[in-house]
């Protein structure tokens, strides 16, 4: 068992977390919002850190879950930042979503720290996190990826390298793009079947078999018919990530209309006021369109 350090506790990293102190390793947790922390606590066997530097102090393995490139930098950085506390030899992994160029930018200065950094960003959403059946996309060094894919096992059901350091983010960013496009989709599709007078569960029961089916179908169409949206991943965050796989593209050349299509059809669902409801939120704007 290793000594491990988390730092986020968010709808995510709360039960990430947990699943590390439930696999038997020694967790200490560290979050912006103390009372947080105190929450896990009392879920959890752990302790709990005043700065990141002190949660990673003495720990093997440092996770992080956080909110963007700027989250990530500030809990890395600075005299209270986890590579200050962190040893030589101790790996950093994170999984946020963030910007392959943030993610090398870390990897650099943990390496000049005798620190290794993997990128590990996540799919799955919340009830992936807590059923501990996530899948991560990782980046960077094989014998540090080794080391922390069995920890990493914890709360995941595939784990899988792809590369040197970005990898990982580059291939969430291939996962955002597919899932944009696929929401949307399936908004079309159902809001197709309630203008034309069908059953739309009936409807599922019948493609959703066949080559329309999806993660997405089987997990949102319920909702998505009963127009129930307050929960899952935010429309805030996809926002975030497409910008990141937009700006991206305009680095690399590639060509994504129907993401930055997407993207300011989430943009109206901003306007709405659903900046956190859920991702599957597009049918809501094509209902208010008439």
């Not at 600075?78 to 979503?97: L, N, R, W, Y």
């Not at 078999?209 to 999806?214: L, T």
């Amino acid at each position: 068992m290793a000594k491990i350090a988390f730092l986020g506790l968010g709808v995510m990293g709360f039960p990430m977390a947990g699943h590390l102190a439930a696999a038997g390793h020694e967790v200490t947790v560290y979050n912006r919002s103390a009372a947080k922390s105190e929450a896990w606590l009392a879920a959890h066997k752990g302790k709990a850190a005043k700065t990141p530097a002190e949660a990673s102090k003495g720990a093997e393995f440092v996770m992080s879950c956080v909110g963007n490139d700027d989250d990530l930098r500030q809990i890395c950085l600075g005299e209270t930042g986890a590579f200050a506390g962190m040893s030589p030899g101790a790996i950093f992994v994170d999984h946020t979503t963030v910007s392959a160029a943030v993610t090398r930018e870390l990897y650099a200065e943990a390496d000049s720290r005798q620190i290794s950094f993997v990128d590990a960003p996540i799919s799955g959403g919340q009830a992936g996190a807590e059923n501990g059946q996530l899948v991560v996309m990782c980046g960077g060094d094989e014998g540090a990826y080794a080391r922390a894919e069995p920890v990493i096992a914890a709360y995941s059901k595939l784990c899988k390298r792809l590369g040197e350091s970005g990898a990982g983010q580059l291939t969430k960013m291939v996962n955002q793009i597919c899932i944009a496009g696929l929401v949307q989709g399936l908004s079309e599709g159902l809001h197709f079947a309630e203008k034309a007078g069908l059953d739309g569960r009936a409807v599922v029961e019948v493609i959703g078999g066949g080559a329309a089916g999806s993660w997405q179908m089987v997990n949102r169409y319920e909702t998505m018919l009963d127009d129930e949206f307050e929960h899952g991943f935010a429309v805030d965050w996809m926002r975030k990530d497409l910008g990141i796989c937009l700006s991206t593209a305009d680095e690399n050349g590639a060509s994504l209309p129907v993401t930055a299509l997407v993207d300011q059809f989430y943009k109206d669902v901003q306007k709405l006021g659903g900046g956190r409801w859920d991702t599957s939120s597009l049918i809501r704007r094509l209902r208010a369109m008439g």
